[in-house]
């Protein structure tokens, strides 16, 4: 009797052990593959070894793409681990990228599963974590791959390969660097008032081993601005009055071509009308004069659509997506 | 004689003795037919596999840890599979096997299920899971308690005691969740096979195991730190008198030093805490906010057991059927349901009195505790008593040197007064100590 009983348990000890790995196996050779963009760091676990933390831009959900009226019902207590689904959709560049939020699972499509972190009122984004949050490594590789995000002012984003199941379990199957790195550079006005953010350059660089070419549109449209809600303490402030309303045609002298390794800088003149941003009371303001110091900006490249750019000479060499600025505000940049 | 009908042999003449069939000298000339260095349990064997398997199974996690890219993942899973797999199958054999190496068998059993959390951790790993992470120390720890009542082992059990905790705690500190099977499991599965196995070891890490547990599934915030309070209260006076019905006829004797030693503990922190006007006044104090049905739960359940626990020990020892041996605590012992009423009535009355009136109750019960502790360590000539209330009756003083006289002739006055007391204290012992050792002579 003790020793069936034994026996079962070794059975079941192993079962448990073979289903934790059968199931991500299952997955990772017949799920969907998608590729995630996310900024690495790399602490270490006392069970698990070194790894890298990532932190995915599909973890941060304005509350404005959640779907159904359960947010408002449910307190923010609850919010924590709650079972999300996120549904997704393919962006140009390869990376997917959220159309929107929900309780119930979609009957379709491509969709994660997650679970939400707790929701402090009256913040506009919801953090989500997809059990994709770390990607362990030998120490040696895991420092690596921090020195490769980070070269010199350049940051370059990290894509994670995903491969995902129909019921949206998600298994990490590898990782491509971008081949464009960003990097943020802001000045400040000069003293009395030295915490005064006056203007950000953003430098875009190839560090792929193949020519690119990215696009500087004359008029500043490649370029937008956005509140960074999630490191945000305030949302009634810092609202970008938007891009204009006309933009001019695309050129052949909008277009740069970069050999590997080389860069293009565009910079934003903050003090600028067409880069201000909302103030409470309805009227507009240049960053500078915010009056909280916890409101954070990022600049946005986006790259023109392919069918946008299908006239121009250098069509084929373009950039396809979308890259992020380090986040930045009143006299600093993160 | 196998280890197994040996134990036994023990707590029959264990509880043959208490029963009062046989006298201290025949127990002991039974015993020494059957000397426990032949047959008693190989302690030594046992402690130095069990070390020995949880070093051994850290070390393999420390080593997967390294994550060493040079194995490819398929030989990673082979490798833990097959350990565990190895592992348990060798403690198998063993464990069914030849007598002699049974407690080998478990200590190897135990590698299996050290090995069985590696494997979770390194699943883990190789697919770079970060999902909900109290998860692991669940599986891992039903691993362990499966184990232990497959085998009735109780390194296995003291394992998934120490994983259930930190679940029940990862949970709590991490996801705000409480969970309440984990003091469940504990006190009621654990403390079955500790109770069966008669283990005063398991029954050590048992009671800790599900006190702390517990602690992490009481409701906590600024209005209900009281709850918590009054819980431990209640519980420290349930172990106590769990302490005292150990040495009931057929119970499990041995306990009752492990009950009363994690009773006493508490109790006595809870009293001495209880003894300062500003922290009782916190402690009953619960703001007026509506009470919740978890409120009533937490309140009334270790309350519940103190009733039917002390009741039924007053029947008990009325019947008869409980003797005060020497060196157990005497009238005062009653003091300590006196203790939870006392603390029920506060916080009863807790919006309406403050200071003083809710403390003073508590130093009057500690002082009379002490001062029947010390009376009857010098009247019997016991050193424990006597020792352990002089020390509780200094730490009272110094508490309340700070708190309740100002004046520096009241307090050279009161410390006069409490060394007298100890000094007549020391006299009265030598004395009594004496008398007994004239009386044993004879």
Known sequence: MRAGFMLLVIVLQLVVLGFMAGEREWILHRGQVIYLRTAPLDPVDPFRGSYVRLDYDIGHIPTNLVRGGWLGKTTDRLTQEKRVYVSLKQAEGGVATVDYLSEEKPAEGLFLRGKLDRYWRPSSVLTVRYGLEAFFAQPDKAKQMEALRRRGEIQVPLEMEVAVSPKGISVMKGFRWCELGVGTQIEMAAPPTNREIRAVTITLMNVSSNALAVVDRRDGGSLSLENDEARSWRNDEGKWVGPRQSPLPLTDADVILLKPGESHAMKVDLTKPEWFVSIPGGETQAIARLQSFGVMFRLIYQAPSAEECRSLEKASFIWHGKLVSSAFGRGRVD | ?442
């Open chain 2, 1 to 442: 004689m196998n280890a197994d009908v040996y134990e036994w042999l023990r707590r029959e003449i264990r509880n043959w003795q208490s029963d009062g069939l046989i006298s201290c000298e025949q127990a002991e000339s039974l015993q020494s037919k059957y000397p426990a260095e032949r047959n008693g349990r190989p302690w030594g064997m046992i402690i130095f596999s069990c070390l020995g398997a949880i070093i051994v199974g850290l070390g393999v996690i420390l080593l997967l840890a390294y994550n060493w890219d040079a194995i490819p993942k398929f030989a990673k899973l082979a490798m833990v599979l097959g350990a565990v797999a190895i592992a348990h199958i060798t403690g198998f054999f063993l464990k069914f096997g030849e007598a002699r190496y049974r407690a080998l068998g478990e200590g190897i059993s135990l590698l299996g299920t050290m090995l069985f959390g590696a494997g979770i951790w390194l699943v883990a790993q190789i697919y770079h899971i970060d999902e909900h992470f109290p998860n692991a120390f669940l599986i891992w720890g039903l691993g362990a308690l499966g184990m232990a009542l497959a085998i009735d082992s109780i390194p296995q059990a003291i394992l998934a005691a120490v994983l259930l905790v930190v679940w029940g705690g990862a949970e709590r500190m991490g996801f705000e969740t409480p969970v309440w099977v984990v003091p469940v499991a504990i006190a009621f599965i654990l403390g079955a096979l500790a109770w069966r196995r008669r283990s005063v070891i398991l029954l050590a890490v048992v009671i800790p195991a599900s006190l702390l547990s517990y602690g992490f599934t009481v409701p906590l915030g600024g209005d209900s730190s009281w709850l918590l309070f009054s819980t431990f209260l209640s519980l420290a006076a349930v172990l106590i008198a769990a302490s005292r019905l150990s040495a009931y006829p057929g119970n499990f004797a041995a306990a009752g030093k492990v009950f009363g030693f994690y009773g006493w503990v508490i109790f006595w922190l809870m009293l001495y805490l209880m003894s300062f006007p500003g922290l009782a006044h916190h402690f009953f104090y619960w703001y007026g906010y509506p009470l919740r049905w978890t409120h009533w739960l937490f309140g009334l359940i270790p309350l519940s057991l103190v009733v039917g626990l002390w009741s039924g020990l007053a029947y008990l020892k009325k019947a008869g059927k409980i003797r005060r041996e020497e060196g157990d605590p005497g009238w005062e012992v009653y003091l300590v349901p006196l203790t939870v009423v006392l603390g029920v009535v506060d916080l009863m009355s807790a919006q309406s009195v403050a200071g003083w009136i809710v403390a003073g109750p508590f130093n009057l019960v500690y002082i009379g505790m002490v001062a029947a502790m010390m009376a009857r360590g010098c009247s019997e000539g016991l050193l424990k008593p006597t020792a352990i209330g002089s020390v509780l009756l200094v730490i009272l003083v110094v508490a309340r040197y700070f708190d309740l006289f100002e004046s520096q002739l009241i307090r050279g006055l009161v410390f006069v007064a409490i060394g007298a007391v100890l000094l007549v204290e020391g006299f009265l012992f030598t004395r009594a100590r004496k008398q007994k050792e004239g009386r044993a002579v004879q």
